[in-house]
């Protein structure tokens, strides 16, 4: 059986063959270069990786398309949509503004939890950038929060700590203290939030993932394993959340040789 098709890239950076189920692209085969000893010509070593993982990719392609379904079904960011916040989904209402600026609202109705989206005529083609910015403010509330809960009894401080948008990662810790977070974390779970923060907070302690490091996670988030594993199933659905149509996921799967 042949195996799938798919879009190689060569890396300086690689040491090893790695796949990843790409949104934009579909299978993506990263190898070193040529002039790596050994890899001037992989062909075989790609088609014999590929045939013995065909059932990881395949599963993995096939979640991929279904989530794609799932959000074009919730509707974008009309009227009466449905976008996940705090790991629920929230019914979106979206109306013209009363006031000087756009606005979020979380409203809780005996239907359930809805965000209200109050529009400027101004900011009608931009319902994305105001919920970012909501988004964002809630993020930065609940990460500050869990931080502060965890990071005395850890024994660190971190020196700064940034809210972006990364496209590979949730978070990440320099060795001078300072942490970045991503926003789109305040749609997931609060404790999904809060073991990327463990985690990151933990690597203030112990650098590198040893058993060191783990146990430390542990000591806070016992059941760190299972919302990692929720992050990575759901990571297409919260990186494409604020798009119209589905949008490309920012946390590729992957899975490498060696």
């Given at each position: 059986m042949a195996p799938p098709p798919y879009v190689l890239?060569?890396?300086?950076?690689?040491?090893?063959?790695?796949?990843?189920?790409?949104?934009?692209n579909g299978l993506v085969v990263t190898i070193p270069l040529a002039t790596r000893r050994g890899w001037a010509h992989p062909e075989h070593l790609i088609d014999d990786f590929l045939r013995?993982?065909?059932?990881?990719?395949?599963?993995?392609?096939?979640?991929?398309?279904?989530?794609?379904?799932e959000l074009r079904a919730r509707g974008g960011l009309r009227d009466g949509a449905s976008i996940r916040y705090l790991g629920v989904l929230h019914r979106l209402r979206v109306a013209a503004a009363g006031g000087r600026r756009s606005t979020v609202a979380r409203i809780v109705t005996v239907t359930g939890p809805e965000l209200h989206l109050g529009l400027l005529a101004r900011d009608a083609d931009r319902a994305d950038r105001v919920?970012?910015?909501?988004?964002?403010?809630?993020?930065?509330?609940?990460?500050?929060?869990?931080?502060a809960d965890h990071a005395a009894d850890l024994g660190v401080t971190p020196t700064a700590v940034a809210i972006r948008d990364p496209r590979t990662r949730w978070?990440?810790?320099?060795?001078?203290?300072?942490?970045?977070f991503s926003w789109r974390?305040?749609?997931?779970?609060?404790?999904a939030?809060?073991?990327?923060?463990?985690?990151?907070?933990?690597?203030?302690?112990?650098?590198?993932?040893?058993?060191?490091?783990?146990?430390?996670?542990?000591?806070?988030?016992?059941?760190?394993?299972?919302w990692r594993r929720w992050?990575?199933?759901?990571?297409?659905?919260?990186?494409g959340a604020l798009a119209d149509t589905t949008t490309e996921e920012q946390g590729s799967i992957e899975s490498s040789a060696g």
């Amino acid at each position: 059986m042949a195996p799938p098709p798919y879009v190689l890239r060569r890396s300086a950076r690689s040491r090893r063959l790695r796949i990843t189920i790409d949104p934009e692209n579909g299978l993506v085969v990263t190898i070193p270069l040529a002039t790596r000893r050994g890899w001037a010509h992989p062909e075989h070593l790609i088609d014999d990786f590929l045939r013995e993982r065909e059932p990881w990719i395949r599963r993995h392609l096939d979640r991929q398309a279904r989530q794609r379904a799932e959000l074009r079904a919730r509707g974008g960011l009309r009227d009466g949509a449905s976008i996940r916040y705090l790991g629920v989904l929230h019914r979106l209402r979206v109306a013209a503004a009363g006031g000087r600026r756009s606005t979020v609202a979380r409203i809780v109705t005996v239907t359930g939890p809805e965000l209200h989206l109050g529009l400027l005529a101004r900011d009608a083609d931009r319902a994305d950038r105001v919920l970012t910015g909501w988004f964002k403010d809630q993020a930065r509330f609940a990460i500050d929060a869990t931080i502060a809960d965890h990071a005395a009894d850890l024994g660190v401080t971190p020196t700064a700590v940034a809210i972006r948008d990364p496209r590979t990662r949730w978070g990440s810790a320099s060795r001078q203290g300072r942490l970045m977070f991503s926003w789109r974390l305040v749609l997931a779970p609060p404790e999904a939030l809060e073991t990327v923060v463990v985690h990151e907070l933990a690597h203030l302690r112990v650098f590198g993932h040893g058993p060191r490091f783990w146990a430390v996670v542990a000591s806070r988030r016992p059941d760190h394993m299972a919302w990692r594993r929720w992050l990575r199933s759901h990571s297409l659905e919260l990186h494409g959340a604020l798009a119209d149509t589905t949008t490309e996921e920012q946390g590729s799967i992957e899975s490498s040789a060696g």
